[in-house]
T-cell receptor, first 113, second 119 residues
Framework: GENVEQHPSTLSVQEGDSAVIKCTYS??????FPWYKQELGKRPQLIID?????GEKKDQRIAVTLNKTAKHFSLHITETQPEDSAVYFCAASPYHNFNKFYFGSGTKLNVKP | GAVVSQHPSWVICKSGTSVKIECRSLDFQATTMFWYRQFPKQSLMLMAT?????????EQGVEKDKFLINHASLTLSTLTVTSAHPEDSSFYIC???????????????FGQGTRLTVV
């Protein structure tokens, strides 16, 4: 099955700086890669996603890059704000079992004002 | 966007009793729903895949007799934790994916989660 690894487990940045979270996956059949933000005690919320037919996607301060050859994808947050503080999860979904998500272990992002 | 509603949001039960958690897709039909378990400061661990009208598929290491799943309609899946014990205390979350107009799966929509405490 798919194995998704995520780094770092914790990340502290100063407000205004950029934050980068990286994930690798093992199953070359994975073709959908979402990123979720989860605040304490709340449900995960999708912040951005990318499909395997593109290499980069951007939405305002958030961008995701995908390298299919190397099997890794990254989340980039620019101009971080204190409200970006949360736990972020990456996930991978294989085309042959498109409903299944395999989640990374999560990154706790702390944006210091 | 699509909404998945999960109830209850929290429950406290005595050891040995059973607890049922409901997961509803409010404005779309979900032939498949997923149940996750999340320990504090950890990731979401997929427990089982709930299939409408058929048996659930459980991930390795998850006891199907302990965590009973029923998906009787296209909008409702239930997870019953049977004979609960303190080690079953956790945050349980369901999710479902909808289809967009292009026939592609959309994002996974999550329920708000259920905090189960077994005393």
């Amino acid at each position: 099955g798919e194995n998704v690894e995520q780094h770092p487990s914790t990340l502290s940045v100063q407000e205004g700086d950029s934050a980068v979270i990286k994930c690798t996956y093992s199953d070359s059949a994975s073709n959908y890669f979402p990123w979720y933000k989860q605040e304490l005690g709340k449900r995960p919320q999708l912040i951005i996603d990318i499909r395997s037919n593109v290499g980069e996607k951007k939405d305002q301060r958030i961008a995701v890059t995908l390298n299919k050859t190397a099997k890794h994808f990254s989340l980039h947050i620019t101009e971080t704000q204190p409200e970006d503080s949360a736990v972020y999860f990456c996930a991978a979904s294989p085309y042959h079992n498109f409903n299944k998500f395999y989640f990374g272990s999560g990154t706790k992002l702390n944006v210091k004002p | 966007g699509a909404v998945v509603s999960q109830h209850p949001s929290w429950v406290i039960c005595k050891s040995g009793t059973s607890v049922k958690i409901e997961c509803r897709s409010l404005d779309f039909q979900a032939t498949t729903m997923f149940w996750y378990r999340q320990f504090p400061k950890q990731s979401l661990m997929l427990m089982a895949t709930s299939n409408e009208g058929s048996k659930a598929t459980y991930e390795q290491g998850v006891e199907k007799d302990k965590f009973l799943i029923n998906h009787a309609s296209l909008t409702l899946s239930t997870l019953t934790v049977t004979s609960a014990h303190p080690e079953d205390s956790s945050f349980y979350i369901c999710s479902a994916r909808a289809w967009d107009r292009a026939g592609l799966n959309t994002e996974a929509f999550f329920g708000q989660g259920t905090r189960l405490t077994v005393v």
